[in-house]
């Protein structure tokens, strides 16, 4: 089942924030977080196993709430280079994600 | 940074025709998979290996095959490629199923006309 991202695109300014939401309708062992460049091969961000972490770095950060089986990836102080489609990938046990859509990211300067 | 390479990296092939797609990694990773991306879809798997000789199938893997004989090379084969069929194919390793991240490598754009 294939998780569902919202927004499906968001426009910022550089310094502005973003939230980023993944939501799967299973129960989840882990998700992942990609970000893709166009034309480019998407790149590992992070992963988050159940137990409600939290993980990040820089920042970038995410959250993963097992009860709600949803995850959010934040994105503080946005810089043009965070421009991309971000992808969630869910796993529920087979410890294969299942990619969602994408939700595109646009950073103006 | 060549830990996965794919090629060809462009292809134009006509319908009916096999094709074949080639990845190779040098990180040792048992495991290898295959996607396929198209708009509006994000990334769906193909086929996937936990190992040599060891395949099994994704979720749209109808007219595709695999086949892995070394841990360093996962192929994907077309056996008759079709319209439906063009698509922005990538290939990831990992190093294990759990707790661990993809590396992608840079895509293969094959287009069946």
């Known amino acids: 089942q294939q998780p569902v991202q919202s927004p499906q695109a968001v426009i910022l300014r550089e310094g502005e924030d973003a939230v980023i939401n993944c939501s799967s309708s299973?129960?989840?062992?882990?998700v992942h977080w990609y970000r893709q460049k166009h034309g480019e091969a998407p790149v590992f961000l992070m992963i988050l196993l159940k137990g409600g972490e939290q993980k990040g770095h820089d920042k970038i950060s995410a959250s993963f709430n097992e009860k709600k089986q949803q995850s959010s990836l934040y994105l503080t102080a946005s810089q043009l280079s965070y421009s991309g489609t971000y992808f969630c990938g869910t796993d529920g046990g087979s410890y294969i994600p299942t990619f969602g859509r994408g939700t595109s990211l646009i950073v103006h300067p | 940074d060549a830990g996965i390479t794919q090629s060809p990296r462009h292809k134009v092939t006509e319908t009916g025709t096999p094709v074949t797609l080639r990845c190779h990694q040098t990180e040792n990773h048992r495991y290898m998979y295959w996607y396929r991306q198209d708009p509006g879809h994000g990334l769906r798997l193909i086929h996937y290996?936990?190992?040599?000789?060891?395949?099994d199938k994704g979720e749209v893997s109808d007219g595709y095959s695999v086949s892995r004989s070394k841990t360093e090379d996962f192929l994907l084969t077309l056996e008759s490629a079709t319209s439906s069929q063009t698509s922005v194919y990538f290939c990831?390793?990992?190093?294990?199923?759990?707790?661990?991240?993809?590396?992608f490598g840079s895509g293969t754009r094959l287009t069946v006309v």
């Open positions: 990831a390793i990992s190093e294990s199923t759990a707790n661990y991240g993809y590396t």
């Open positions: 299973k129960a989840l062992y882990s």
């Open positions: 290996s936990y190992g040599v000789k060891d395949t």
